[in-house]
């Protein structure tokens, strides 16, 4: 038996949390029991862990569903990522191949300034590209990227200034946001954003891996880099 004297509200809570079948021993007790709602009304036990269950199951159908959508999400990211590393293969020279990432990066990655950077001028590109950075390395101005280039792993979110200037000279003031992708020893690829939001330090980086991975196998079909 359990005692009640002296007993408060949370003994008495406590002790049917140590045992939830006591209501089925005893059932004139749970049929007796209201319990308050939100608006003032009771309704019976039953009832509200009915609702409970109910609101339980909609919580647990909406986080299935975003799971879902997450997947689907990936799913198509991925097939974008392994035609790109197709296309990329597809070059013929190491300038093809940076052209063909730059376009591909704008048009089905939604890249909205794309910038690459490498430390040697492929042969085949004569012209100055838009979206082509040529810093050698041991140049002062990559300083800023010294840990970044190191690591060698995706950085994403709000960038110094410093750096966005290095990387998008006169549009550097639009970029909000960006993603910086070391491409091994070759540079990097910089993706920037007028969106906040598009590029936070929160987001996966496997995808962005994946990319600079990509290009830095294709290009070492052309030996850009001397000696490597």
Known sequence: MIETEGLDARAVAAYLRRHPRFLAEYPDLALSLVVPRENGEATSLASYQLEILRERNRELNHRLAELFAHAEQNERLAVRVHQQALLLMRQRSAGATLAALAANLAEDFAGELVQILVHERP??????????????????????????????????????????????????????????????????????????????????????????????AALARFDVEPGR
């Open 123 to 216: 042969a085949d590109l004569e012209d100055d590209a838009p979206w082509l950075r040529v810093i050698a390395r041991g140049n002062a101005r990559l300083a800023p990227f010294a840990h970044l280039l190191a690591e060698g792993e995706p950085v994403c979110g709000r960038i110094d200034a410093a750096k966005l200037e290095v990387l998008f000279d006169a549009r550097a003031a639009e970029v909000v946001s960006a993603a910086l992708l070391p491409v091994g020893r070759r540079g990097m690829i910089a993706i920037g954003s007028t969106d906040p939001a598009r590029f936070h330090p929160g987001m996966g980086t496997l995808f962005l891996r994946m990319i600079a991975d990509g290009l830095d």
